[in-house]
């Protein structure tokens, strides 16, 4: 049960500001395009021809950074047979098979990351990974990573913040399952550790997740409560979800990616193919300029369209004498006689020259005579 004492800790009377968080020169905070992350995680099928190749395809689409997942079966899991070791969820991608056989298949072999780094950095990327145990982060520190990701299940893994956060670098924490303490532990943990920047990625821990189950309404109250930019780590099909992510203010969209669903694979399933990455990458850029800034009136583009908002104008030919009535007088396009809502102050007001049809309705027309009143 969550006490009183508890709830204070992460309460925002007055939410606080997120900090600029800054990856390899890039800024990823509020009023900055997202950050598309393509995680590549066990896509390349123990090729690494193929890891080469999912990092030419994510560049080509368009993604700003390339994510892998570092880790062996036997730092991440035991190779045992008990059923605590197997994934009974019938649901799951992975039912029936055993932690370490799926790890040991999902894996990125730590031999292939410096090759797979270097021809993301070649192809303008942000090359990181995300660790699941401290001996990994030893190793890519030796690989100079700019910053870090730490996955949903590992969010209770104090220890292995901790050492993420004595790095300096910034870290991206998915929130997948995790209860408001267990954020907030983690929360503290990275900050209190010296974390150099900190983004909290909405996740809905579901291979593939349903759009019922990601709630992107938490983003604000994210933000709110904890002071940080926040993204999403998405596992929904398609690319509906992470539009409306960046709308509602994620800084950081992460998909996985793979070449083709049909050919298989660990994530495959609820990945993303190089044209659908393209169209996410397109579409969040499109959602993001479209956020702007709080703005009334017309817009610079709009200006020409003024003209062609109603206006009073003479429906019939009029000459001087003559008084407006509801037959000769109208508001109608174009927009260059006086405002609509003077129509009944000119109403019974009388005309001092002939104007024919179409003519604009200005004060100049009018008798200052005391017949009718204007508004």
Known sequence: MTTKDERKTWDCDQPQMPKDVVIQGRLVTAGHPPLIVAEMSGNHAQSLDRALALVDAAADAGAHALKLQTYTADTLTLDVERDEFRITDP?????????????????????????IFERARQRGMIAFSTPFDESAVDFLETLEVPCYKIASFEIIHLPLIRKVAATGKPILISTGMASLEEIDAAVRTATEGGCGGLILLRCTSNYPAAPDDIHLSSLSDLRGRFGCHVGLSDHTLGTAVAVAAVSLGAVVIEKHFT?????????????????????????????????????YGATDSERPSLALRPSLYVAKDVRAGDVFTAQNLRVVRPGLGLLPKHYNGVLGRRVVIDAPKGTPVSWDLLADDGAGSAE
């Open 91 to 115: 649901t799951s991608p992975w039912a029936g098979r055993t932690l370490y056989s799926l790890y040991t298949e999902a894996s990125t072999p730590w031999e292939w990351h410096a090759a």
């Open 259 to 295: 070449m083709r669903r049909a050919d298989g694979g660990v994530d495959a399933v609820f990945s993303l193919e190089p044209h659908e990455l393209e169209t996410l990458v397109r579409d969040t850029a499109m959602a993001f300029r479209a956020l702007g800034s709080v703005h």
